[in-house]
């Protein structure tokens, strides 16, 4: 009771710091893995090779590899090509713009995922924003909420599904049949609130002549030869994601294998693409994950799930709303990824009490959403907005906790209820 207690407070003084930012992120998570191996809860095993409580070593390295190749293709123009792209596209337009970034993200998340959809848009994002005189934080915080939503739709769209695909046995076809239809509503739904929640920032236009004059999106591409090399070798990533379950190759193998190749056929130096790595961010997600291992090992989380399961039983309709907000709720506080795995093994066991299984289950879509959509609530929230909120730090345009956090949750509110009235009414009304 006493090391659960530690723990907690541990966990709750660094999120506190993390949150109000009176430190450095990075700083108040690894001060708070220092207090973890203070009161004894970690130790080189549980941190660096523990399945349940330590590291996921696969995100890392996902991250790692695509930050390399987005590195590797920031030297040839690409990313200032597509801002002058979509920048003659908007016509100037901030909404128009922000729609348009919001339909790259949401495409792009679901064949990939969420955290490589915004390793690749951010650069452009912030490229194009700076074309234009405009403030880069609204667009990036739209940004990371597309691609949050968009990764609901398939099963490698975001780590969750992948988690609880795995566990549930749900096929990359069920994602599309249960979850793509949601995704489109709520993509939907939230082009038409982005206009309300940035109308601040939305009001003024931009004279496209007097920002770009002659200035053709071809003048920005530098290497034109690297870029076709490095293009194919995105193009077989890409492939390699969408049937990684076939090949039987886990997302970090195929996103280093990428970036090996990358740097290969572009003949790039280390110190060229090494410079691009977000090192605190690899940083921030490692505390990040040894911070909520430590909750796991004593018991925290998942002694949260089982009482959720004594109490709903087999009534299927509660248990699926209780995950549904439940997990949108953890997930705020905690990264959805290390959440869905201590958690996914207790739905296990509310589904096994019930009369379906599989995808037939609303307990697994239920989860589903709530994992992912949740994702949107806080600066930390899920794995993208850690990426695009270093990456924005790291551009001189930083985005403070609570300036992301006032947007995300009022997303994150509406798309659950949104999510709650489909699963109700797919599997329990028009069942």
Not at 230 to 250: E, K, N, Q, R, Y
Not at 280 to 288: D, E, K, R
Not at 309 to 324: C, K, Q, V, Y
Request: proline share 3%; with cysteine; charged share 10%.
């Amino acid at each position: 009771m006493i090391l659960t207690s530690a723990a907690l407070s541990i966990f709750i003084v660094a999120y506190a710091l993390i949150a109000t930012e009176r430190v450095h992120r990075v700083a108040a998570a690894l001060g708070g893995v220092a207090g973890m191996v203070v009161i004894g809860l970690v130790d080189a095993n549980s941190a660096f090779f523990d399945h349940h409580t330590g590291i996921d070593w696969n995100v890392i390295f996902l991250l790692f590899g695509m930050m390399i190749i987005v590195g590797v293709l920031k030297q040839t123009g690409l990313f200032e090509f597509l801002a002058l792209w979509a920048a003659l596209k908007s016509g100037g337009r901030p909404y128009r713009l922000l729609v348009l970034l919001v339909l790259i993200s949401a495409t792009v998340a679901p064949i990939l995922d969420n955290v490589t959809c915004v390793l690749l848009v951010a650069p452009v994002t912030i490229s194009v924003c700076r074309q234009l005189n405009l403030p880069s934080a609204p667009y990036l915080i739209a940004l990371i909420l597309a691609s949050n939503i968009g990764g609901t739709a398939t099963l490698i769209g975001d780590p969750p599904n992948i988690i609880i695909g795995s566990r549930a046995g749900l096929s990359f076809l069920d994602f599309l049949i249960h979850s793509l239809p949601l995704t489109i509503i709520l993509l939907v739904v939230f082009v038409v609130m982005a206009k309300w929640l940035f109308r601040h920032d939305l009001s003024r236009s931009v004279d496209m002549g007097d920002v770009l004059g002659d200035l053709h999106p071809r003048d920005a591409i530098t290497n034109m030869r690297m870029l076709r090399r490095c293009l194919i070798v995105l193009g077989l990533v890409m492939v390699a994601f969408s049937l990684h379950t076939v090949l039987h190759l886990d997302p970090s193998v195929v996103a280093m294998m990428g970036a090996g190749a990358t740097v290969l056929v572009s003949r790039t130096e280390p110190e060229e693409f090494l410079e691009e790595v977000e090192w605190g961010t690899l940083a921030f997600f490692m505390a990040l994950f040894v911070l909520v291992g430590s909750l796991v090992q004593v018991g925290v989380i998942g002694r949260i799930s089982e009482l959720a399961a004594e109490a709903m039983g087999d009534r299927e309709l509660l248990a699926s709303t209780a995950l549904l907000f439940g997990s949108g709720i953890v997930g705020a506080f905690v990264d959805n990824i290390p959440y869905t795995t201590a958690t996914v093994p207790i739905v296990e066991e509310m589904v096994a009490a019930t009369g379906t299984s599989g995808a037939d289950s609303p307990l697994w879509w239920a989860f589903v959403f709530g994992a992912d959509l949740g994702g949107n609530a806080t600066a930390v929230a899920a794995g993208a907005n850690v990426v695009v909120l270093g990456i924005a730090a790291k551009s001189g345009e930083p985005i403070s906790f609570w300036k992301f956090t006032k947007y995300g949750l009022v997303t994150t509110v509406v798309t659950l209820i949104i999510a709650w009235v489909y699963v109700y009414l797919r599997y329990f009304l028009l069942a």
